[in-house]
């Protein structure tokens, strides 16, 4: 997950810089990082986070596998 989030920062801040429009994938992702930053000390699963977001976690999986490049480790 600290590997995932770290690229996740990383396209967060070059998307800022070029200031790209930010799709339904960036948006979803953006709040997933948040929320791993939040809750890192606990280790969410990715079910679990993906619950808390509202979606499926198909759709995170495809989400972060988009925008980041990787998909998060189970």
Known sequence: STVLVETLRLHVH?????RAPAGPHALLVTRYRELLERRYREQPSIEA???????????????CQSVAGASPAP
Not at 14 to 18: D, I, L, W
Request: hydrophobic share 35%; with cysteine.
């Open 14 to 18: 070059s998307e800022h810089e070029a």
């Open 49 to 63: 986070c993906a619950r808390e977001l509202g979606v499926a976690p198909s759709q995170l999986r495809r989400a």
